[in-house]
Every structure is written in structure tokens, then in C-alpha cells.
């Protein structure tokens, strides 16, 4: 059984960092793309950021990049991201996701492409 589990929301300020981690058992991220997405309240959920099976290829939405670094450890099945600059409108649930297809491209930017969830955990930047 695949899972998922996300780490390290809160609240931060404008301006401040913080960084998500994503353990995943089940699966061997490895041979996976693997993606962050965000839902705000009262909207779609939203992809962030993706890494493809081998880390050595990784995709933003325009609002998070040079802002948002994905990133992930194969011997410990861990995705993160690392968000710095945060600003109020990156408030939102955000959620860990694992592609359905083994070494697949790194462009899944659709909810679709993942066939397994995190729980999700809350980011809040206050101004």
C-alpha cells in the first residue's frame, strides 16, 4: 500500500521560508515523477512544482519559480520543498503526490497524472 505523508507547514511571515517534506513508503520514489500541488480554499488544487524519477529534471508553475525548490532523497523516499520568499497568496493546503507511470516525464501538471495523495498540510504566510 502507498503512502504519503506530508510535514512542516505552519505559520510564516511574509518574506519567510519554510520547508515541506513528503515520506513516502510503498513506493520507491526512484522511479517516479513526483509533484507538489496547493489548493487555496474554495479552488481547484493547483500544481507547484514536479521532479522527475531520476532528480535530474524538475518543473514550476510561474508563480513559485526561483521562489520553490523541489527536491528528493531516494534512499530515504522523501520528497521536499524548499519555499523561500513567501508571499500571502501561497497560503494553502499543500499536497504530495506520486506519478502514475514508472519513468515518466517530469511535465505533469495535472491532478490526473497522480494516482497517490498525501493528506496535505497547511502553509499560512501572514502579513
Known amino acids: 500500500q502507498v503512502q504519503l505523508a506530508e510535514s512542516g507547514g505552519g505559520l510564516v511571515q511574509v518574506g519567510g521560508s519554510l520547508r515541506l517534506s513528503c515520506a513516502t513508503s510503498?513506493?520507491?520514489?526512484?522511479?517516479?515523477?513526483m509533484a507538489w500541488f496547493r489548493q487555496h480554499p474554495g479552488k481547484e488544487r493547483e500544481f507547484v512544482a514536479s521532479?522527475?524519477?531520476?532528480?535530474?529534471?524538475?518543473d514550476y508553475a510561474p508563480s513559485v519559480k526561483d521562489r520553490f525548490t523541489i527536491s528528493k532523497d531516494n534512499a530515504e523516499n522523501t520528497l521536499y520543498l524548499q519555499m523561500d520568499v513567501l508571499k500571502p497568496e501561497d497560503t494553502a493546503v499543500y499536497y504530495c503526490?506520486?506519478?502514475?507511470?514508472?519513468?515518466?516525464?517530469?511535465?505533469?501538471?495535472?491532478?490526473?497524472?497522480?494516482?497517490?495523495w498525501g493528506q496535505g498540510t497547511q502553509v499560512t504566510v501572514s502579513s
Open positions: 503526490a506520486a506519478g502514475r507511470e514508472q519513468f515518466g516525464p517530469v511535465r505533469r501538471w495535472f491532478t490526473d497524472d497522480y494516482d497517490h
Open positions: 510503498g513506493r520507491a520514489i526512484s522511479a517516479y515523477t
Open positions: 521532479i522527475n524519477w531520476s532528480g535530474g529534471s524538475t
